[in-house]
């Protein structure tokens, strides 16, 4: 098993729909929680941050992380052909070799 | 402020020969890390550079390797390529490498391995 796990989708929504991803994980020490989009051909970049549990909003995004569920989800409100991409999640430890464990990313596109 | 910049960003190379990746961090930063991505894998970390020197490293076999200048730019290096080497290879970069920092990834160098 691995240690995150992410639905490789494609996910395909029309566009103004409210768009949810998600990943889960297993191991408990992971702290730190990050949500990057990576358009083709380019390198990731950095949507949403979140230490430990809880919510957060960034305009149409929000970043959300149940711990005791070993569970977190972004969720894009008003999707735009613009956020057609693929969405990776990730997670870090202080703790372990690794610092950040990725998800396998979900492929969205959103329809015009 | 430029990105982080790689080069070459597109390589062919056959089976057993060897290759040399470059990544420029962003100026100021000190921390350097590999990925490799693949469509099955996903992203894996292969190393982690500060101050010249690999402070973190990940599950791939030392054919893998890598070094860090003093300007802080950093190579990655494969050798006895093998077909399974082919993938998108990143390289991020942040401050000081601390978890609470921003990654901010190069546009990767694609190697296929025939």
């Known amino acids: 098993q691995k240690e995150v796990e992410q639905d490789p989708g494609p996910l395909s929504v029309p566009e103004g729909a409210i768009v949810s991803l998600n990943c889960t994980y297993s191991?408990?020490?992971?702290?730190?929680f990050m949500w990057y989009r990576q358009y083709s051909r380019k390198g990731p970049e950095l949507l949403m941050y979140?230490?430990?549990?809880g919510n957060k909003e960034d305009g149409r995004f929000t970043a959300q992380v149940d711990k005791s569920s070993k569970y977190i989800s972004l969720f894009i409100r008003d999707s735009q052909p613009s956020d057609s991409a693929t969405y990776l999640c990730a997670m870090g430890s202080t703790s372990g070799t690794y610092k950040y464990i990725f998800g396998t990313g979900t492929r969205l596109k959103v329809l015009a | 402020k430029a990105g982080v910049t790689q080069t070459p960003r597109y390589l062919i190379k056959t089976r057993g020969q060897q290759v040399t990746l470059s990544c420029s961090p962003i100026?100021?930063?000190?921390?350097v890390s590999w990925y490799q991505q693949t469509p099955g894998q996903g992203l894996q970390f292969l190393f982690e550079?500060?101050?010249?020197?690999?402070?973190n490293k990940g599950n791939f076999p030392g054919r893998f390797s890598g070094r860090q200048f003093s300007n802080s730019r950093s190579e990655m290096n494969v050798s006895t390529l093998e077909l399974g080497d082919s993938a998108l290879y990143l390289c991020a970069s942040s401050g000081t490498g601390g978890l609470q920092e921003t990654q901010y990834f190069g546009p990767g160098t694609r190697l296929l391995v025939l």
């Open positions: 191991n408990s020490a992971f702290q730190y």
């Open positions: 100026s100021g930063h000190r921390s």
């Open positions: 979140t230490y430990s549990s």
């Open positions: 550079y500060f101050s010249e020197t690999q402070r």
